[in-house]
């Protein structure tokens, strides 16, 4: 089993759908979770972290179950620039404070007009 | 403006001629990584450095070596690289715990 497991899509919706992600880890002593997005060819740039009480920014929600071992991702009111590669990452118990990620190979999204 | 450098952002290279792949951020960040991405397995860690003179393997370090000299410095070397090393390597930096940015990444083809 992969310690990061995501749904690569793609998800192919309409501007000004809702959409979400899920992402499942598989060690439930993972410290802290993130949301990165990754442009075509582009380098990954950080979306959101992800708290335990849950967390918004805008548009986008994201939620942590530790019972369950999963997080997810909620964007609402898709824009076309909202097209992108979502990636699940988490930080494992041995990451010892530092940013040793575990990414999830990413879910596409394409948003159309 | 704070940033990642990575150098080359393409190179194709044969079987077996050494290559190095360069590194740098301006943030005084403690920690530097490098990834390689191919599809379907999503970003994997090659080697990771916590500080000056203090390095480690990643989950996929065969093949690779690291140095880490300068605190601003990481660079990535292939010393015999082989066509299964063919991907897109990321170096990101970051404090302790907090956000990692990425280098805008090196495809590498070895043929």
């Known amino acids: 089993r992969k310690e990061v497991e995501q749904d690569p899509g793609p998800f192919n919706v309409p501007e000004g759908a809702t959409v979400a992600f899920n992402c499942t880890y598989s060690n439930s002593a993972s410290q802290s979770f993130f949301w990165y997005r990754q442009d075509c060819r582009k380098e990954p740039k950080l979306l959101m972290s992800?708290?335990?009480?849950?967390n918004e920014d805008g548009r986008f929600t994201a939620q942590l179950n530790r019972a369950s071992q999963y997080i997810s991702l909620l964007i609402r009111d898709s824009k076309l620039s909202d097209s992108a590669t979502y990636l699940c990452v988490v930080n494992p118990p041995w990451g010892g404070g530092y940013n040793k990620l575990i990414f999830g190979a990413g879910t596409r999204l394409a948003v159309h007009p | 403006e704070a940033q990642v450098t990575q150098n080359p952002r393409y190179l194709i290279t044969v079987t077996g001629k050494k290559l190095t792949v360069t590194c740098s951020q301006n943030?005084?960040?403690?920690?530097m990584s490098w990834y390689r991405q191919d599809p379907g397995l999503g970003l994997r860690q090659i080697y990771y450095?916590?500080?000056?003179?203090?390095?480690d393997k990643g989950d996929v370090p065969e093949g690779y070596k690291v140095s880490r000299k300068e605190k601003r410095n990481f660079p990535l070397i292939l010393e015999s690289p082989s066509p299964n090393q063919t991907s897109l390597y990321f170096c990101a930096s970051s404090l302790k715990g907090a956000e990692a940015f990425f280098g805008q990444g090196t495809r590498l083809t070895v043929v």
């Open positions: 992800v708290y335990s009480s849950g």
């Open positions: 943030m005084n960040h403690e920690y």
């Open positions: 450095s916590m500080n000056v003179e203090v390095t």
